[in-house]
């Protein structure tokens, strides 16, 4: 799986697929471990080269990768036995790369799970510093490290349960401040469907009211398309660019896979518009730790020329005094307020009734920014 993410797959996409097979114990684990590595990357790092007198780039990959879950497990986790993680990483780079078994196991041999003194934030947060940087400029440093600190821990299960329907059985759960979003104290069953707290907090922005028409212009896998469906609208349309994702959409409504930055094909005007766009997702470390080290300062202008686009298409089809809500799992100025701001400057029939923040380590859940804005 860590192989995998090193070639640019997302982590929560290679344990699905890899571990299908798998008991459902060993899944557990090896996504425990993976996650872990890719939260705790740097501090992992820091004590390899620490351990080993050698930088991790001078490295054979896969002897990196077997010292990052090695390490992860001797120090990180409670019940794996010492000698299973060593010998387990001894004996995977010995059949990957035999010339580094013997650093492998004087490395291993030197772990201990003493408190370590680390050399800077970006090190004891394990994030980019150019990333917390960027957090503090925009947040304070307060925020920033909180926003690094919640990035570190594993995010609880939340579920949808509508008003008036009630927890399936053997389900045990509790009520949070936003309606219908329960905390899962229980274990997640199959076939599921998780729905973070920070996700389902957005849809009430939309202020739905019966019999109103609805566009949701990014909507797979459908998790808010069905939140907002709980509101007995009068017309209600899901798109998506992806018409494997927007399978994943319960049937419950029209769906039609378009490009919703290109020209949309509809004739009427709609009174709510959610524009929920694809963005660099970095409210979403917790969950998708790998982005961290994946995401570049040059992406921004590669989002936003795209988010600008959408929330225009979607504006030209909101009906009078009308409500579009933009919204972004990211933290990022340039995907949020600049998006907000270049669409509000070309469109003086546009105005904007408020913005909402959600911040990991201050909020429960995943990071958003939403803007709700109002056509005159």
């Not at 973070?196 to 028409?213: A, C, E, H, K, R």
């Amino acid at each position: 799986m860590l192989e995998a993410v090193s070639n640019d797959a997302y982590a929560s996409d290679s344990l699905r697929n890899l571990s299908k097979k798998a008991p459902a114990r060993d899944a557990g684990l090896a996504g425990q471990i993976v996650f872990g590595c890719l939260r705790y990357q740097s501090q992992l790092d820091y004590l390899i080269e620490m351990y080993s007198g050698r930088k991790t780039q001078t490295l054979d990959p896969a002897v990196l990768l077997a010292l990052r879950t090695a390490i992860f497990q001797l120090r990180y986790l409670e019940r794996i036995p010492a000698y299973a993680a060593v010998h387990d990483s001894v004996e995977l780079v010995k059949r990957r790369k035999r010339a580094a078994t013997g650093l492998t196991n004087a490395v291993l041999r030197k772990v201990t799970r003493a408190e370590a003194s680390w050399p800077d934030a970006a090190t004891e947060l394990s994030c980019p510093a150019w990333l917390l940087d960027r957090w503090e400029r925009h947040f304070g440093s307060s925020a920033a490290r909180a926003i690094a600190s919640a990035a570190l821990l594993e995010p609880p299960p939340y579920i949808r349960v509508p008003a008036g329907a009630t927890l399936p059985e053997g389900v045990e759960a509790e009520p949070t401040g936003v309606p219908g979003c329960y905390r899962l104290k229980s274990e997640v069953l199959p076939g599921m469907r998780l729905h973070d707290i920070g996700s389902q907090s957005i849809v009430p922005l939309l202020d739905l009211q019966p019999g109103l028409s609805y566009l949701d212009l990014c909507s797979a896998p459908g998790n808010k398309t069905m939140q907002a469906l709980e509101t007995p609208l009068g017309l209600a349309v899901a798109c998506d660019i992806a018409f494997k994702r927007l399978r994943e959409v319960p049937p419950v409504c029209p769906r039609v896979v378009l490009d919703a930055s290109e020209p949309l094909p509809f004739s009427t005007s709609f009174d709510r518009i959610f524009v929920d766009a694809p963005c660099s997702g970095t409210g979403t470390l917790a969950r998708n730790p790998e982005i961290k080290w994946r995401v570049r300062d040059t992406d921004w202008a590669r989002f936003a020329a795209k988010q600008v686009r959408l929330a225009e298409n979607a504006a030209r089809l909101l009906a009078p005094g009308g409500k579009l809500v933009y919204a972004t799992c990211s933290l990022e100025q340039e995907e949020n307020e600049d998006v907000v701001r270049a669409v509000l400057s070309a469109h003086p029939e546009l105005r904007l009734d408020r913005e909402v923040w959600r911040l990991p380590g201050r909020d429960e859940g995943d990071g958003f920014y939403a803007a709700i804005i109002i056509r005159n």
